[in-house]
């Protein structure tokens, strides 16, 4: 054959050689180039996807090498960062422009109101930093569809919370980890555990095809024993099972009044390989159990969307690392959240919303941000009004808020209301009464105004017998001056 056949040939196998590779390669990875919260525009939390119930190829390669993003940073040790002084009032015009995050996660309704925990700001690289004392969320905006409300009154507290977990803890044993980083896994796992300050219940569970419950125990000694009883990939390699895994994990924790329940779930992976095809109905499980599932997304090659929408479903935290070196640091800093953090407790103020968002500052200024998807359906919500001392009339900008529940009532006909007028404990018990009757119907008369029929409408006074929170500052007295509106079927 001529010369130039040959060459001709040989490109063209060449060619074939590389389109096999690439569509291999596009087919079983994803590069995801960021962690969660980099570049100080989003929480760790904060995804507008939904869950991914698409299958990949039960191909997984292994690749040894740890690839990791140009820019890309590690986490590290988490640590406090605070000024031993209070700080001054800021000037929001000469802010520092370094901006953290905050991460909202466990959250829960307790009677009429949202009890969030929020995460210290972080840059998500193992430095923490403390709100400002004065002021420190700035903004509380509850956003959906149409519209955006904002939270006037709420409560932030500090804590330290010594609380034991139940934690069912995921690990990823499949082909595509290899042995040596499962070593590094399970030797981080470890370490993590011995040095939390917090002597936890711990549930192992490794996976690959076939899901493996390695046992549980509130012992050290023990927990090291389950973790190494199969070292590194011994008895596993094969393909992925995240649903089979997740719905074990949950299954661990039943039973366990004891303890708060906690998933964290690590992959590298897709799902390829689960019995149990109902993703949907899993994520479920975990809410209707109130388990909050932190997920960790290892490499370019991981599920980031599945993993993502499990913990925002769930109310858990996702996380995104690339480098083994990592595996510790991560769950230092997820440990170190269950134990550090803020306590916001708040009542919504629209009836249907999409998602939450947080802006405040450091102690030293810096300008912190969060949000949080929580689409859902609120019986309840507190009107942010303010009356003037002794008033009942409504000013402009109150009439903008009434405006508000009209538009939603006259957009979801099935519903009626009760308004609620409340007050705090100055003046006597009688004046109060009648106070906050004049104040309820006031928005009444509003809202009828609106063009709501009145007939859909109840008005109430409870005067001070019912105090959201105590009358013992001028700030909680102001909370308790409020509106609050009740949601009925008719």
Same mark, same amino acid.
């Not at 700080?87 to 000469?94: L, N, R, S, W």
């Not at 840059?123 to 904002?150: A, H, Q």
């Not at 529940?405 to 009626?416: E, V």
């Given at each position: 054959?001529?010369?130039?056949?040959?060459?001709?040939?040989?490109?063209?196998?060449?060619?074939?050689?590389?389109?096999?590779?690439?569509?291999?390669?596009?087919?079983?990875?994803?590069?995801?180039?960021?962690?969660?919260?980099?570049?100080?525009?989003?929480?760790?939390?904060?995804?507008?996807?939904?869950?991914?119930?698409?299958?990949?190829?039960?191909?997984?390669?292994?690749?040894?090498?740890?690839?990791?993003?140009?820019?890309?940073?590690?986490?590290?040790?988490?640590?406090?960062?605070?000024?031993?002084?209070?700080?001054?009032?800021?000037?929001?015009?000469?802010?520092?422009? $370094?901006?953290?995050?905050?991460?909202?996660?466990?959250?829960?309704? $307790?009677?009429?109101?949202?009890?969030?925990?929020?995460?210290?700001?972080?840059?998500?690289?193992?430095?923490?930093?403390?709100?400002?004392?004065?002021?420190?969320?700035?903004?509380?905006?509850?956003?959906?569809?149409?519209?955006?409300?904002?939270?006037?009154?709420?409560?932030?507290?500090?804590?330290?919370?010594?609380?034991?977990?139940?934690?069912?803890?995921?690990?990823?044993?499949?082909?595509?980890?290899?042995?040596?980083?499962?070593?590094?896994?399970?030797?981080?796992?470890?370490?993590?555990?011995?040095?939390?300050?917090?002597?936890?219940?711990?549930?192992?569970?490794?996976?690959?095809?076939?899901?493996?419950?390695?046992?549980?125990?509130?012992?050290?000694?023990?927990?090291?024993?389950?973790?190494?009883?199969?070292?590194?990939?011994?008895? !596993?390699?094969?393909?992925?099972?995240?649903?089979?895994?997740?719905?074990?994990?949950?299954?661990?924790?039943?039973?366990?009044?004891?303890?708060?329940?906690?998933?964290?779930?690590?992959?590298?992976?897709?799902?390829?390989?689960?019995?149990?095809?109902?993703?949907?109905?899993?994520?479920?499980?975990?809410?209707?159990?109130?388990?909050?599932? !932190?997920?960790?997304?290892?490499?370019?090659?991981?599920?980031?969307?599945?993993?993502?929408?499990?913990?925002?479903?769930?109310?858990?935290? !996702?996380?995104?690392?690339?480098?083994?070196?990592?595996?510790?640091?991560?769950?230092?800093?997820?440990?170190?959240?269950?134990?550090?953090?803020?306590?916001?407790?708040?009542?919504?103020?629209?009836?249907?919303?999409?998602?939450?968002?947080?802006?405040?500052?450091?102690?030293?200024?810096?300008?912190?941000?969060?949000?949080?998807?929580?689409?859902?359906?609120?019986?309840?919500?507190?009107?942010?009004?303010?009356?003037?001392?002794?008033?009942?009339?409504?000013?402009?900008?109150?009439?903008?808020?009434?405006?508000?529940?009209?538009?939603?009532?006259?957009?979801?006909?099935?519903?009626?209301? $009760?308004?609620?007028?409340?007050?705090?404990?100055?003046?006597?018990?009688?004046?109060?009464?009648?106070?906050?009757?004049?104040?309820?119907?006031?928005?009444?008369?509003?809202?009828?105004?609106?063009?709501?029929?009145?007939?859909?409408?109840?008005?109430?006074?409870?005067?001070?017998?019912?105090?959201?929170?105590?009358?013992?500052?001028?700030?909680?007295?102001?909370?308790?001056?409020? $509106?609050?509106?009740?949601?009925?079927?008719?």
């Amino acid at each position: 054959m001529h010369e130039k056949n040959y060459k001709l040939m040989f490109k063209n196998y060449k060619v074939l050689y590389f389109f096999l590779i690439t569509t291999v390669f596009n087919s079983c990875a994803i590069l995801m180039p960021r962690n969660p919260g980099e570049n100080g525009n989003e929480s760790a939390n904060t995804t507008t996807q939904k869950l991914d119930f698409k299958t990949r190829p039960t191909i997984e390669p292994f690749d040894p090498v740890d690839h990791s993003p140009k820019g890309y940073s590690k986490l590290t040790t988490p640590k406090i960062i605070a000024n031993t002084v209070s700080a001054p009032q800021i000037d929001t015009a000469h802010i520092p422009s $370094i901006e953290y995050n905050t991460a909202a996660y466990y959250i829960k309704k $307790i009677k009429k109101e949202i009890n969030i925990r929020l995460s210290y700001p972080s840059d998500w690289k193992g430095n923490y930093y403390k709100f400002r004392k004065s002021v420190p969320l700035s903004k509380i905006e509850m956003i959906n569809e149409k519209d955006t409300c904002y939270i006037a009154k709420y409560t932030l507290t500090e804590v330290a919370d010594k609380k034991p977990y139940h934690i069912s803890v995921v690990l990823d044993h499949s082909g595509s980890m290899g042995h040596d980083r499962c070593v590094d896994l399970q030797d981080a796992v470890s370490m993590a555990i011995k040095e939390s300050e917090t002597k936890n219940k711990i549930s192992l569970i490794k996976f690959d095809s076939e899901i493996s419950f390695e046992g549980k125990s509130t012992d050290s000694a023990m927990i090291q024993k389950i973790l190494y009883q199969k070292t590194g990939m011994e008895g !596993f390699g094969g393909s992925t099972s995240i649903y089979d895994a997740l719905n074990m994990s949950l299954d661990s924790l039943k039973g366990d009044t004891a303890h708060r329940p906690l998933v964290i779930l690590f992959s590298d992976g897709y799902e390829n390989s689960s019995k149990v095809q109902d993703i949907k109905g899993v994520v479920a499980k975990a809410k209707a159990m109130n388990v909050p599932v !932190f997920t960790i997304a290892f490499g370019g090659g991981a599920d980031e969307q599945l993993l993502r929408g499990i913990a925002n479903e769930t109310n858990g935290l !996702f996380f995104l690392i690339y480098d083994r070196s990592e595996f510790k640091d991560l769950l230092n800093n997820e440990l170190f959240l269950l134990n550090h953090y803020y306590d916001l407790r708040l009542l919504p103020c629209s009836f249907d919303y999409d998602k939450i968002r947080f802006e405040g500052f450091t102690d030293k200024g810096n300008r912190v941000t969060g949000e949080k998807l929580m689409k859902g359906l609120q019986e309840t919500l507190a009107m942010n009004l303010n009356f003037d001392f002794d008033k009942t009339n409504l000013n402009a900008k109150n009439l903008e808020e009434v405006k508000k529940i009209a538009t939603y009532l006259k957009s979801n006909s099935d519903n009626n209301i $009760i308004i609620t007028g409340h007050t705090d404990n100055a003046g006597s018990s009688d004046y109060n009464l009648d106070l906050s009757m004049k104040r309820a119907e006031s928005v009444k008369r509003a809202l009828i105004n609106f063009g709501i029929d009145q007939k859909r409408i109840q008005a109430f006074g409870r005067g001070e017998t019912m105090p959201y929170v105590p009358n013992d500052t001028e700030e909680n007295r102001s909370r308790n001056r409020r $509106i609050e509106i009740d949601l009925i079927k008719k």
